[in-house]
Structure formats: structure tokens, C-alpha cells
């Protein structure tokens, strides 16, 4: 049985927006792998379709440097996240929110030039089209090239009750977060 085949069953058996089930992946090279569902978004792609994103988080944190191939493990199609639109990127923080997930390691990087950021996929690289950074000096930072998720302290607010305000950060590729991945 092929892993598209496992994931789609269990996709189908335990909804995928539980949160509660973990997909267990073995990887000859980064081992055994948890993936844990967030949930799924429809969204109209470029071709004019509805395309339908299911997205997880690893369960432990691992560097940003292979988060592609790691998340190629999921199956077919699997990858890093790429927040292509401003409602991909709401949806994503919702996901991450609703599990209290603090950060994850998107696909998000500019290892070509200092500041031109792409969403690096498994067959081209995709300029962002827009931006939703948390600008800490210096930015762009050269010696930070890969783009994560995280949740941003408010000042004065209490963490427990100020959720959901999430924004992009550009950090060094060996600081170890959680992956986003989609499929």
C-alpha cells in the first residue's frame, strides 16, 4: 500500500482537522517522522480551479534545511508550506493557532539575493507576490536566509489570551522549529 494511499484513508477516516491523530512516516534519512493534521483549506489556484490544502506540522523540531524533503516524506505532492496569498497565509496561522503552535519553518527563503524572497518548491522557485514580515533590524538580514511563522508577543498582553497574531520572520536555517508542510 502506497503512503498517498495510508494518508488519503486516513485522511478519510479521522477527519483531517482533528488535530488529535499523528501520521507516522519512517525516513531512511531523518528517521521516524510524526506528522500531526491541522486541518484543510479550499482556495481558487491560478488556474482558475479549486484546489483543496491539507496541512501538518511535524511533531518535533527539526532545522529549516530540509524542511522540503521531510515534508516530501507525507507522500505525492507533499511539501513545505508556501503562503502564496494573503488567505493561504490566514488560514495557516488559524491552523497553527488552533493547535497553540508558537512557529514553523515554512518554504519561504532568499539564498539567491539578500532580500528576494521565494517560496522554493519541489520543481521552481516562486517570487512572493506579497509580504507579511515582522521587520526586526537588520532586514533583510544576510545571515538569516530561510522564513518561519510565529507568533508575536503583544506588549502588555497575556500569551493566553492574545493568540492568533502570527506574522513571517526571516531566521538562520539551523534554528530548529516545527514544519509547516501542505499537500
Known amino acids: 500500500m502506497s503512503l498517498s494511499f495510508v494518508f488519503l484513508v486516513v485522511v478519510g477516516l479521522v477527519g483531517i482537522a482533528s488535530g488529535s491523530d499523528v501520521i507516522k512516516v519512517n525516513s531512511v534519512e531523518f528517521g521516524e517522522l510524526e506528522f500531526i493534521p491541522l ?19 511535524t511533531s518535533r523540531e527539526l532545522v529549516a534545511d530540509n524542511a522540503n524533503k521531510i515534508c516530501e516524506s507525507l507522500g505525492t ?17 488559524s ?18 539575493t539578500n532580500g528576494a524572497f521565494f517560496w522554493r518548491t519541489q520543481t521552481r522557485n516562486i517570487p512572493f507576490t506579497y509580504e507579511d514580515f515582522e521587520k526586526v533590524a537588520p532586514f533583510p538580514n544576510p545571515n538569516c536566509q530561510c522564513v518561519s511563522i510565529e507568533r ?26 516545527r514544519l509547516l508542510c501542505q499537500l
Do not use: H, M
Open 39 to 57: 486541518g484543510n483549506f479550499s482556495t481558487t489556484g491560478s488556474n482558475g480551479r479549486i484546489e483543496e490544502i491539507y496541512w501538518f506540522t
Open 77 to 93: 505532492g507533499a511539501k513545505a508550506a508556501a503562503l502564496l496569498t494573503p488567505e493561504i497565509n490566514v488560514a495557516a496561522k
Open 152 to 177: 508575536i508577543k503583544l506588549p502588555g498582553c497575556d500569551p493566553n489570551l492574545c493568540k492568533g497574531n502570527y506574522k513571517w520572520f526571516e531566521k538562520p536555517c539551523s534554528e530548529k522549529k
Open 95 to 112: 491552523f497553527l493557532d488552533s493547535q497553540d503552535i508558537p512557529n514553523a519553518w515554512t518554504s519561504g527563503q532568499d539564498f539567491v
